[in-house]
């Protein structure tokens, strides 16, 4: 005999007093419970992944000074190029490293970046390498 058997095909009791809670609510209530607020975020920073600055020899670098001083001094030419560069990140240590192709607006010595005609300014310190039409040295 079950012990319930008294009881188990009574109505389903309704309050007089109290509307029903909408069922979207009833499920709130049932949400796991987080004891450490943030947990999740920190484990997914950790996580995640960042690239480390290429490091140019001696030999790249030089090539690339040359490439930033022929915009500089040809800025107005309006040159299509394709520069790929290191961006910081902000959280922790290494960045990603983007790749942009574009015509040069303005490079600039004194401030130490150039500015792309989509508005993009790119810090010419974190440039890894430069393509476009350059004259050979």
Same mark, same amino acid.
């Given at each position: ?13 309704? *309050? !007089? ?5 909408? +069922? ?10 987080? $004891?450490?607020? !943030?947990?999740?975020?920190? %484990?997914?920073?950790?996580? &995640?992944?960042? #690239?480390?600055?290429e ?10 000074? &040359?490439?930033?001083? =022929?915009?500089?001094?040809? *800025?107005?030419?309006?040159?299509? %190029?394709?520069? &790929? /560069?290191f961006?910081? #990140?902000? &959280? ?6 983007? @790749?942009?192709?574009? %015509? ?8 130490? =970046?150039?500015? +792309? ?6 810090? $010419? #310190?974190?440039i890894?390498?430069? @393509?476009? #039409?350059?004259? @050979? /040295?």
């Open positions: 005999m079950n012990p319930y058997q008294d009881i188990i095909h009574l109505p389903h009791h309704v *309050s !007089g007093n109290h509307p029903p809670m909408p +069922m979207q609510n009833r499920a709130a209530q049932f949400a796991p419970f987080a $004891a450490l607020t !943030g947990y999740d975020d920190a %484990v997914a920073e950790t996580a &995640r992944l960042t #690239d480390q600055k490091m140019l020899d001696e030999a790249e670098l030089i090539q690339l000074d &040359r490439k930033l001083n =022929w915009l500089s001094c040809h *800025s107005a030419e309006k040159m299509q %190029v394709k520069i &790929r /560069y961006v910081p #990140d902000e &959280r922790k240590s290494g960045g990603c490293i983007k @790749e942009i192709s574009g %015509v040069v607006q303005k490079f600039s010595m004194q401030k130490k =970046w150039i500015a +792309m005609e989509d508005g993009t300014l790119i810090p $010419a #310190d974190q890894t390498a430069i @393509e476009g #039409d350059f004259p @050979e /040295y």
